[in-house]
């Protein structure tokens, strides 16, 4: 039977006469008519049918190209593509080392369950395994992270070639999310080219983006949907990518919400932010009795050993994924959860077991602010509406200081979380900076990413520029408001992935405010256990790294505005009004 979300009358492509052409043409017109939107390009030699396809596609409006140089700058620019749309992107290279650079964001794609192509460029068979220049041993080269493996033999124009490739584009669509298996994740194509690899590409008409398959449904991975039986004290735990579905299990069950700030779950009136603190505290941590756990919590190691406790049920839900997050393999695992049909959330103790830890978390988060920002709590509103001179005086004496106050890393979290609205977007990098956000940035529904697969610190520049310009594409087609996307990160991410500040000519310039916390180093470490014992230059040089990059000089490079904000009152000019294209501001941090 004929795939009903597949057209049976693709697009005519005219023929060339040249394989590589054809089939690269109709390779990629066959992934957008399978829903594609986005292809990244690193330019070579092997893969130039492939590039110049693209380039034809793009030029007739059927998908949006991005060109990097640097394949994992590439790479990370499609996954964050693929985040804020949920369409796989599809990341084109040529052969050698350009594939081996992708790897990162392929492991990245498979750990957070992330759609993604990769099409690699090889040589033909004929030139493999004789030490060929730019020949490796591409066939397989991402092992088991990859829903599926394709090695093509180089088209040599016979009759159907085509038809094979637009087939062969619909079915790595589906693999890549999941349609048969719920298990989405990259597909590696790697397709062999001979000489000649490319004529003039002609002009293509025609070719319309179609619909995406749907992920399959839990059922595919023998996971039922479950009722919870009342009872338990349980507690709902949202760790990275948890989604909605979290908050509206806690709202529906009167449960604590064990929120993570990557969650995309931080919100609702059963919030508990200082849920480390009372995870700690028997009278809270202690009583726990059931854990529903959504996404992957990576920021505490509270949440762990709360898991990992005998006496606690866990029940990880988890409608898509080969793999679910299960600490100590003793999770129950379900496709999906609902509430008890016969909660009362009016009951006293449903409503003693939530508030207790509501407003518990209220009080610490309360005291937690003060201590992040030395001006709370002041000047005194009072003081100015006083007719007192001495009052007035007192009153702009502590307004001045709340301006001029200097910056920590808790407040500098607290500043982005407070000035990222819903139409905005917020990607946070793996530093510290993460995690003091966790700790104290209250509830708000916005749209925040985070990199938590394998929580590396690679790629965040280039995985919030694909973020970036898929929201401002998105907002240009449906008219919507275009926000700015703020990355927080710290500044040895930022040096990790230097390359991504080059655009490149031709290349959008979305609404990007990089904001660096610049301690000189990887002050992360300094937390490690070791570094009380440790010699203090052999850990600074093998473990904080320093370093003194002039990060205005950098930024001048690559064409990107600079500012630098070292008081409260710089700080919150330059988050309420950044400059429009890619900036970064510069916040400086003690040690």
Known sequence: ????????????????????????????????????????????????????????????????????????????????????????????????????????????????????????????????????????RQDGLYGTVVRASHDVAAPVGAAGETSDARALARAAVAEAVGADSADPGPVHLNIGFREPLSVAVPQVHGVARGDLPATAGPEALGRAVIELTDGPRTVVVAGADAGAEAAELARAGGYPLLAEVSSGSRFGPELV???????????????????????????????PALLLRDDVE???????????????????????????????????????????????????????????????????????????????????????????????????????????????????????LIRDADRLVPGKKIVVHANRGLAGIDGTIATATGIALAAEARAAETGAAAGVTRVLLGDLALL??????????????????????????GTIFDGLEVAATAPAEAFDRVLYTPQAVDLSALARAYGWEYRVARTKGELDQALSAPPQGPSILEVPLPR
């Open 273 to 303: 932010v200082a849920y480390r603190e009372l995870l700690r505290d028997e009278a809270f941590g202690g009583r726990v009795e059931r854990a529903v756990v959504f996404g992957h919590p990576t920021l505490s190691r509270e949440v």
């Open 1 to 136: 039977m004929a795939d009903p979300r597949v057209s049976e009358e693709p697009a005519e492509v005219e023929q060339t006469g040249n394989p590589a052409t054809d089939y690269a043409l109709a390779l990629l017109a066959g992934f957008v008519e399978a829903g594609v939107a986005d292809i990244v390009v690193s330019p070579g030699s092997r893969s130039q049918a492939l590039a110049l396809a693209a380039a034809e596609l793009e030029r007739a409006g059927a998908a949006r190209l991005h060109v990097r140089i640097d394949e994992r700058v590439g790479g990370f620019l499609a996954l964050g593509l693929t985040r804020e749309t949920g369409a796989p992107t599809v990341i084109v290279t040529t052969s050698g080392t350009a594939t081996a650079n992708l790897h990162p964001a392929v492991l990245e794609a498979h750990e957070a369950g992330i759609p993604m192509i990769v099409v690699t460029a090889d040589r033909p068979s004929e030139l493999r395994g004789i030490r060929s220049n730019q020949t490796t």
């Open 496 to 521: 990790h992935d230097v390359g991504a500040l080059l655009g490149g000519a031709g290349e959008a310039r979305p609404h990007l405010q990089v904001v660096v916390g610049n301690d000189g180093g």
């Open 314 to 432: 866990v029940l990880v839900v988890a409608p898509t994924g080969g793999e679910a997050y299960n600490p100590g393999r003793r999770a129950h695992v379900a496709g999906g959860v609902r509430a008890p049909a016969d909660v009362d959330l009016r009951s006293p103790e449903v409503r003693a077991w939530v508030g207790s830890w509501v407003f518990a978390s209220r009080r610490l988060a309360e005291e937690a602010e003060r201590a992040a920002d030395p001006a709370a709590g002041a000047p005194d509103v009072e003081k100015a509406r006083s007719y007192d001179p001495a009052d007035a005086l007192a009153f702009a004496r502590a307004e001045l200081a709340a301006v001029r106050a200097p910056i920590t890393r808790p407040l500098l979290a607290e500043a982005l979380w407070r000035y990222t609205w819903p139409h905005d977007r917020l990607v946070l990098g793996a530093s510290r």
